[in-house]
């Protein structure tokens, strides 16, 4: 990891995803790019009021900037929308990891306005750190991998291995058993199961199907009975119509956990 993108409004969740940056920036070695998307709803882009609140958001980013002199951090502040932006910053600058924090939504917001950092998850292919509350020591040593496990899952959750192995955590793989006509039978999720635990090698990994009504919220009380310090799940982009009719797993995730949620991408 060489890169990670902090996306922030300076507000409190927001600091508790510039801690998490900072810690991990110290264990990789990575450079920091914390930015500011000023939305110019009220002005137009380039006008003077618009420069000197741009002034104004930079004096916080240098703060942040001069508060951590043993990382490298870059700072900007620049006109939204916020999508284009990242989707530029991801590409432009070979971002590796986005952190982000979250207050999470409820409601009809969930589906039809959703968070900014919903919005990321849902449309930039590159992973997401989500993180709810401050994080005072970033150890991540029991963690979870939730997924349906067929062989699509395999490449992404490579993906998470490859990011959690220098935690050197213990691997729990779950799925959520719902008990829904369309599910697998239990010996076939089982052996699909099996074969991501063997993945898992060196690490140490167990295998849990777990029943719940739903799956997020099987997911969350999976994780919180275990004592995890993580949550990952693979992600990729829904047709907005099916999002709203049966929601999105990733997305009430990230709304509802409490724990940090790696969201990683299919098309990463």
Request: proline share 6%; hydrophobic share 45%.
């Amino acid at each position: 990891m060489k890169n990670i993108l902090v996306p922030t409004d300076f507000s409190a969740c927001a600091r508790y995803a510039e801690s998490a940056a900072i810690q991990l920036a110290k264990r990789f070695g990575a450079t920091v790019f914390f930015v500011h998307f000023l939305q110019s709803d009220a002005y137009p882009a380039n006008s003077p009021e618009w420069h000197q609140k741009r002034a104004n958001k930079l004096i916080l980013l240098e703060d942040i900037q001069r508060k951590y002199p043993d990382v490298a951090i870059k700072v900007d502040c620049l006109p939204g929308p916020l999508l284009d932006q990242v989707a530029h910053w991801v590409s432009a600058k070979g971002i590796d990891l986005i952190v982000m924090g979250s207050y999470g939504v409820s409601g009809k917001s969930e589906y039809f306005i959703g968070s900014n950092t919903q919005r990321v998850v849902r449309q930039i292919h590159c992973p997401v750190l989500v993180i709810k509350d401050p994080i005072e020591k970033l150890a991540f040593n029991k963690v979870v991998f939730a997924s349906g496990f067929n062989e699509r899952e395999q490449e992404p959750f490579l993906r998470f291995k490859k990011w959690v192995v220098h935690f050197t955590p213990e691997i729990h793989l779950v799925a959520i058993h719902t008990a829904s006509l369309f599910e697998a039978p239990y010996i076939v999720t089982k052996s699909a199961m099996d074969e991501f635990q063997a993945l898992c090698e060196p690490l140490h990994a167990e295998i849990h199907v777990f029943p719940d009504l739903n799956i997020e919220a099987g997911i969350r009380v999976f994780a919180q009975s275990i004592h995890a310090d993580l949550i990952g799940i693979s992600n990729h982009e829904r047709h907005p119509l099916k999002r709203i009719l049966v929601g999105s797993n990733v997305e009430a995730l990230i709304n509802h956990s409490k724990l940090p949620v790696l969201v990683i991408d299919y098309e990463t």
